[in-house]
Nanobody, 122 residues
């Protein structure tokens, strides 16, 4: 399984960015896919997830981020709107084919991308 992220970069506060995660070796429509982020000096933390039952978000990104999925492209995305400086982090795509409930923790995923940097300036 390989997950390849793209789309990170620099944005101003209030702006938007869209991250992409292209998957190979698994089918995103039947897997649980997620985005985590790691801010400087902090542990990696859950941002958003999608599975066959729905989507899930950490509280401080609800209403600003969405996690759409493109089954034809076998990819998931993280659409980030109304960006804030505190969204600055390295963003990681994650995936698992297991059916467990721990969608918001690292141990709930088996495969990880290399990460992409998102920097939001004030």
């Amino acid at each position: 399984v390989q997950l390849v992220e793209s789309g990170g970069g620099l944005a101003q506060a209030g702006g938007s960015l869209r991250l992409s995660c292209a998957a190979s070796g698994l089918t995103v429509s039947s897997a649980r896919m997620a985005w985590f982020r790691q801010a400087p000096g902090k542990e990696r933390a859950f941002a958003a997830a999608i599975n066959t039952y729905g989507t899930y978000y950490r509280n401080d990104v609800k209403g600003r981020f969405t996690i759409p999925r493109d089954n034809a492209m076998n990819a998931v995305y993280l659409q980030m709107n109304s960006l804030r400086p505190e969204d600055t982090a390295v963003y990681y795509c994650a995936a698992t084919q297991r059916s467990t409930n721990d969608y918001s923790t690292d141990r709930g995923y088996d495969y990880w991308g290399q990460g992409t940097q998102v920097t939001v300036s004030a």
